[in-house]
């Protein structure tokens, strides 16, 4: 049995899998508990720089007085700027390697079709580029819609909806449709829709960064395990049915706008869920969203590959990736924080962890349960 063979079984036995990823995990927290004792800097990242919250100020200040020009080209350097934290940046940047490997894999790569990675590698910074424009939005409807983030539950769900749902799925959108041209050549669905999730990442990797400078990484885990993804099927199903609107007006047009509604009252539910107050115990209730998006997403690539001729399962990928940012995460927080608080990070977060690990594991191709 050669190599190949062997890797073709080996990584389609669950046994194997698990093992590989208790044992990353494991290796993870004996690091982290080595990067306490030797590395630990104290260095905190919740609060934003003092030079940093300035820079929004004025931004704001800047909408306040209705100077959307100057606001727009101000924006860059400002959105942008937190990148140059290696810390967070690095987090963010290994969240968008794993699930680019994922997507590479699952767009299915061969000598007669390599544009596909090149469509990918296009579509990341698009996504990036997307956040320039939302940001914009975000100030425009504060003053021009006086959409602002509240407390209560009917405001609170008016601006997770019409804003933060809606500002965030209509830049993406934006910014795929320079590539739309070229994804209705290729005439097929498969591409257009994991390329429309690579926007998707694109934009939940400069999103992340702002997530981990301001938390030290203590959100990681959740944003991998659910924002980052949500981001990558929300964009890619829309991305699908645009792509179909285009292709078959007449059948699918509606039904593209139907899927962009859905998906912006979706995300919108999700944000609120999780932050509204009056939801308290039914914040589980994003979780219930998170499955039924990917639920559609997974459905959707589970009809449109082939999988031949794979060595690697994509499952296998998907573990890897999974148990890799965990274990880092966990050693960046041991390293910048302490060895308590990443432990505390993790075991809060486990059981929902565990669900959207099963979650995954249903729903993709190459199932590894059946209930």
């Not at 100030?139 to 983030?149: D, I, K, S, T």
């Not at 938390?215 to 049915?241: C, D, E």
């Not at 179909?244 to 699918?252: A, E, K, S, V």
């Not at 039914?282 to 060595?311: C, M, N, W």
Request: aromatic fraction near 14%.
């Amino acid at each position: 049995m050669n190599w190949r063979s062997t890797l073709r079984l080996k990584t389609r036995q669950p046994a194997f899998l698990w093992r590989m990823v208790l044992g990353m995990l494991a290796v993870g927290v004996v690091l982290g508990y080595v990067a306490e004792k030797v590395w630990l800097t104290g260095a905190s990242y919740h609060q934003q720089p003092i030079a940093s919250q300035a820079a929004w100020e004025n931004l704001k200040s800047l909408s306040e007085q209705y100077q959307w020009r100057q606001l727009w080209w101000a924006l860059p350097r400002v959105a942008y700027g937190r990148f140059s934290q290696l810390g967070p940046t690095g987090l963010a940047v290994l969240g968008g390697c794993c699930w680019f490997a994922f997507l590479v894999q699952a767009i299915e790569v061969r000598s007669h079709s390599k544009r596909r990675l090149g469509y990918l590698l296009l579509a990341l910074p698009l996504g990036v580029l997307s956040i320039w424009p939302t940001h914009f939005m975000n100030f425009w409807q504060e003053q021009v819609w006086n959409l602002r983030p509240s407390r209560e539950l009917i405001q609170g769900i008016r601006y997770y909806v019409f804003s933060v749902g809606l500002r965030e799925e209509l830049a993406k959108l934006t910014c795929l449709l320079p590539l739309m041209p070229w994804l209705l050549r290729e005439r097929n669905e498969l591409v257009a829709m994991l390329v429309s999730a690579g926007v998707g990442l694109g934009f939940a990797f400069a999103e992340n960064v702002g997530y981990f400078y301001q938390t030290a990484g203590s959100s990681t885990l959740g944003r991998f395990l659910m924002a980052n993804p949500l981001h990558m099927t929300l964009t890619g199903l829309i991305g699908l049915a645009v792509y179909r609107g285009f292709r078959y007006p007449r059948d699918w047009g509606i039904h593209a706008l139907a899927v962009f509604v859905i998906a912006v009252i979706a995300h919108g539910m999700y944000d609120a869920c999780i932050d509204l107050p009056a939801f308290g115990e039914y914040s589980l209730l994003s979780i219930v969203i998170f499955a039924l998006v990917i639920y559609q997403f997974f459905a959707e690539l589970r009809s449109l590959r082939s999988a031949k001729g794979e060595v690697i399962s994509l499952s296998e990928t998907f573990l890897f990736g999974v148990s890799l940012l965990l274990a880092t995460t966990f050693v960046y927080l041991s390293a910048t924080q302490s060895f308590s608080l990443a432990c505390d990070v993790l075991m809060t977060g486990a059981l929902a962890q565990a669900v959207m690990v099963y979650l995954f594991l249903r729903e993709m191709p190459e199932s590894m349960v059946s209930v």
